[in-house]
């Protein structure tokens, strides 16, 4: 009896583990749930030499409204990444399960490490805000019966510190939405590398090669004809973005972002912004950058115009 027992308990424990792999590979859909990616951009801007990114990131979640079942959605998935390898391509680091029907807004991950290797030689990075919090601009509703994928165009920004063995990073990102099609095949298996098709480059704001150009260039992510500057202060709207406080030791800016499209939101959203991460749409010509943070309170952002080309907004 006892020898039985333990046969069932071991039968049960495979087919339990064999049903928890085929949902996480896809393989079986839960019930009023729609499979959502998580995929990785993009190389960095790095010093020269620079052979290797690699960055240490855990606690993906996803933001989702539309539903009853809003908020805040873990996914599954962590790892270490290089962020140079991915130049023209882009990989899957996690899956969630969201409602059917939802839109998502907002994703965010913490980086939890990170080094680089520059010249043959290994160097620890410090990373000054760990947490990374991206708006998903652009169409947002998931796709109820294929795949969806939010894809990271992640492009921190690495400088030496005093002398080459000290290296900081400060974290930038944007986000899209993407469904799958005829000619865009997601693939959701975590690890999986694809190529990014030419409309998605353009939905992104990269220039021809899809990256930088080189890897120590400026970001090359927002195309557009620099319109002016504004220096933001506490309680300014910038686009769709208020200013709530400016954290000068940290380059950072907190404040709340309001959802336009598809449906605007009266109620804003907390993010925080780090230089280079960007407002507003490129669709309605309302991007604006964030460029500077100032020691009095203030923060500097670059506005943009004729950078529709990103796409239309979505109706």
């Not at 960055?55 to 962020?83: C, F, K, P, R």
């Not at 805000?129 to 652009?138: D, H, K, L, P, R």
């Not at 992640?154 to 290296?167: D, E, K, R």
Request: hydrophobic share 40%.
């Amino acid at each position: 009896m006892a020898a039985n027992a333990i046969a069932y308990v071991v039968v049960v424990i495979v087919v339990l583990g064999i049903i928890a792999y085929a949902i996480m590979s896809n393989a079986i859909r839960l019930p009023g749930k729609s499979v959502l990616a998580i995929q990785l951009t993009d190389p960095p801007k790095v010093p020269p030499g620079t052979q290797a990114l690699l960055v240490t990131y855990s606690s993906i979640e996803v933001h989702t409204t539309g539903t009853n079942q809003s908020g805040w959605v873990t996914a599954q998935g962590s790892g270490t990444v290089n962020l140079l390898a991915l130049a023209n391509s882009s990989k899957t680091i996690a899956n969630a399960y969201v409602a059917a029907n939802s839109t998502v807004n907002l994703v965010r991950f913490n980086v939890t490490s990170a080094q680089i290797i520059v010249s043959n030689s290994t160097y620890n990075i410090s990373v000054p805000s760990n947490q990374v919090n991206v708006a998903i601009t652009g169409n947002q509703k998931i796709n109820s019966s294929g795949s969806s994928a939010v894809l990271i165009d992640f492009y921190p920004t690495v400088n030496a510190q005093g002398n080459a063995n000290a290296y900081v990073m400060a974290p930038a990102a944007r986000a899209i939405l993407i469904n799958s099609n005829a000619t865009i095949n997601i693939n959701a298996n975590i690890g999986s590398i694809v190529s990014i098709v030419s409309g998605i480059k353009l939905r992104l704001g990269m220039n021809g090669t899809g990256s930088n150009g080189n890897n120590n260039g400026g970001s090359g992510h927002v195309n557009g004809t620099v319109s002016g500057t504004v220096t933001a202060g506490l309680g300014s709207r910038v686009s769709n973005f208020v200013v709530q406080s400016v954290n000068y030791a940290n380059s950072t800016v907190t404040g709340l972002l309001y959802i336009q499209y598809p449906v605007a939101s009266s109620a804003g959203v907390s993010t925080t912004l780090h230089v280079n991460s960007s407002v507003g749409y490129a669709c309605d010509n309302t991007l604006a950058v964030l460029t500077k943070v100032n020691a009095n309170n203030t923060a500097t952002f670059t506005t943009l115009a004729n950078t529709s080309t990103r796409g239309g907004c979505p109706i």
